[in-house]
């Protein structure tokens, strides 16, 4: 029989612990194919996060560090100066690298520091349980802003994809969201880009992964789906918002 | 016969480094220790290393972090406000069991304080200074010699250990010009920790994390820090005794203030008063032994420090109540003369608080 079909080397035969719904696993598979197809794998140094995907370094099949919140940026930098050969990436969410570490993921990008970013943003800090995050949307509820974010109060969410394709040294800069079949598609595609760009030398690379928390939305998943495509996609939009020169738009 | 040059601190520092294999340096510019990365962003390129200026002090030791895991002989340094914003990082290499040298040419604070040297960061250098259960490695040299010879030797034993080094210096040692000689550089390539994240080629994944979501898996974690600790204070104490022997009055100090302690043991013994002086090199671990045995003939102590008291408290753990601590310090910058050091010697030789 053929198998059409299997877990990428890349990604180790485990079970995950995230959440019913979440789509860091969806993302996780992504980036091992995307390491397996460019045959990267015994070079691919991964930065693992802080927040609930903080033991990502579990589920996949090639070195890794694990970084302080924030600083995945910087801990890359450090890898990839020693080991200008390696494929370093980092995985970041909200509360990790649009909060906490805004200036390690800025001073990246203006480095043109060659390495990939993989952004997941569910507008919510995941586990630390809920808490507003700086892409919380408007009126969103969160622990912190049981009233629901007031714009008047703590502004309006940031678009980090916007503003790092604003700075020179960024490479390759892409929304994509993981709501649809076709969405994870485009998602797969921005993702192996992002490595590409990384091989080819180009400069910094990154992919804002619109992402869903059923638990702390308070939604069932397919409920959370529909969410982030009715509140999500309208404030953050897809595409592609820099491609330097030399990188291949996706059409 | 090496040559013997004239050499700043903080040059000799960042030479001393790079002959002692150390390739990369990530830092931050804060005064009084600048003219080490400068130096090192005109040295390292010559020999095929990397300088990088980055963002902030927490971006630098991070940096350090990515860097020490992925097998390089790597340093940062700074000053006193610099390294609090370190200390996260340095929490974190400590946890990662990760080598590293870090040099901290200390100023006054707390604060933005000034920029006149101090010895007010020695209770955040020894006692961990970043949260979490482990000890730095701390050296505190007393001429730019001293620190050329302990930086040579510092990769070696960071890499022992598997723990940050540091070199707590202070504004005048860093600013300060002696006549220096050399080691030849160390011979390469260094063996790479079987614990290195450089891809995985032919061999299983690894991970450097310092997160242990079980706490009975943490506690081994510290344990064995803090064994390899108990290893060091076995290995790596450094202490000089002068004058001890039939000593009155036992001066301790480090660093700037043991060079003019020095001069007080020579002024206080002309006049006929039995001083003497016990300077740590290594300040952690701390030279315990050599103070406790010194208090069995119960002289009295005296801790001299540019700080409000800081390593007297350990000079008073190592007495262990067999003598009499005293205190003397200044703070913020302002440095202690020999003669008011030396009147409170006079003063203690006089009195009777002998235990």
Redesign the interface.
Known sequence: MKQVFSIPESLAPRLTHYCPGCTHGIIHRLIAEAVDELGV?????G??PVGCS??A?DY?????????HG?AP??????????PD?VVFTYQGDGDLASIGT??I??AAMRSEKITVVFVNNAIYGMTGGQMAPTTLVNQKTTTSPYGRRESHAGKPIRVSEMLATIPGAAYIARVALNSPANVGRAKRAIKKAFEVQLAGLGFAMVECLSTCPTNWGMAPHEAMKWLEANMIPYFPLGEFRTAEGVASNG | MAERKLFKGNEAVAEAAVRAGCRFFFGYPITPQNEIPEYMSRRLPEVGGVFLQAESEVAAINMVYGAAGAGARVMTSSSSPGISLKQEGLSYIAGAELPCLVVNMVRGGPGLGGIQPAQSDYFQAVKGGGHGDYHLIVFGPASVQEMVDLVMGSFDIAEKYRTPVMILGDGIIGQMMEPVEFPEPLPGPFPKGDWVTDGARGRAPRVINSLSLHADKLFERNLRIAARFEEAKKNEVRVETIACEDADVVLVAYGTTARICKSVVDRARAEGIRAGLVRPISLSPFPEKTIFDLAARKPVFLAVEMSQGQMVEDVRLSVNGRADVRFYGTSGGVIPSASAILDKVRELARSEVRA
């Open positions: 794998r015994e070079r691919t140094i930065i693992a903080v033991l370094y996949f099949q090639f070195d890794m560090q694990q970084a302080a600083r910087a801990v890359a930098t450090g890898i990839k100066r020693v080991l390696a200036a390690e800025v001073h």
